[in-house]
T-cell receptor, first 115, second 109 residues
Framework: DAGITQSPRHKVTETGTPVTLRCHQT?????MYWYRQDPGHGLRLIHY???????DKGEVSDGYSVSRSKTEDFLLTLESATSSQTSVYFC??????????????FGPGTRLTVL | GQNIDQPTEMTATEGAIVQINCTYQ??????LFWYQQHAGEAPTFLSY????GLEEKGRFSSFLSRSKGYSYLLLKELQMKDSASYLC??????????FGAGTTVTVRA
């Protein structure tokens, strides 16, 4: 299962509060990603990381920040949550191997509700 | 941005065959993926195509035509457990995987 966990799995918060979601991997993968999934939009990339302290923006990065201070953890922060950020958030890692398919493997997801 | 289109919903009968089409227009091409996602769960990898042609994996096959910007996922001998959403995703030049909105397949007895 590529050893990916996400925490928390569910969270309900209020508008204006800060929220941090954690993605943890145990297999030393270099690339990590944060997506959100909403009905009718599919998965959309928020931010990604290509190494410790190396991150870049995705398609829907406004209102989100990330940090990666060690290989195994990739944190997604909503500085001031809004109702439009109610979504399911998935973390993913890119698998490397001899075939180098660039397949991404997803964590179990975090369901966030902003009231 | 990238443009990836696939039908929203499809319904088929148990034991039948269903073909899910995906068309794409992207900035470069480094491969096309199909993922399966059951309700409330994470997407799971099904197939990868980078060269033209058909890749077969058990009951599932995936086809790619790069010149046409077209792929399909073929599900044979449908089972109830195949009821899920199927996501088409393309890896463009920037290596940021871009997903279609997904096709919900309902298998009926």
């Amino acid at each position: 299962d590529a050893g990916i966990t996400q925490s928390p799995r569910h969270k309900v918060t209020e508008t204006g509060t800060p929220v941090t979601l954690r993605c943890h991997q145990t297999e030393n993968h270099r690339y990590m990603y944060w997506y959100r999934q909403d009905p009718g939009h599919g998965l959309r990339l928020i931010h990604y990381s290509y190494g410790v302290k190396d991150t870049d923006k995705g398609e829907v990065s406004d209102g989100y920040s990330v940090s990666r201070s060690k290989t195994e953890d990739f944190l997604l922060t909503l500085e001031s949550a809004t109702s439009s950020q109610t979504s399911v958030y998935f973390c993913a890692i890119r698998l490397h191997g001899l075939a180098e398919t660039n397949e991404q493997f997803f964590g179990p997801g975090t369901r966030l509700t902003v009231l | 941005g990238q443009n990836i289109d696939q039908p929203t919903e499809m319904t088929a009968t148990e034991g039948a065959i269903v073909q899910i089409n995906c068309t794409y227009q992207t900035s470069g091409f480094n491969g096309l993926f199909w993922y399966q996602q059951h309700a409330g769960e994470a997407p799971t990898f099904l197939s990868y195509n980078v060269l033209d042609g058909l890749e077969e994996k058990g009951r599932f096959s995936s086809f790619l035509s790069r010149s046409k910007g077209y792929s399909y996922l073929l599900l044979k001998e449908l089972q109830m457990k195949d009821s899920a959403s199927y996501l088409c995703a393309v890896l463009p030049n920037d290596y940021k995987l871009s997903f279609g909105a997904g096709t919900t397949v309902t298998v009926r007895a």
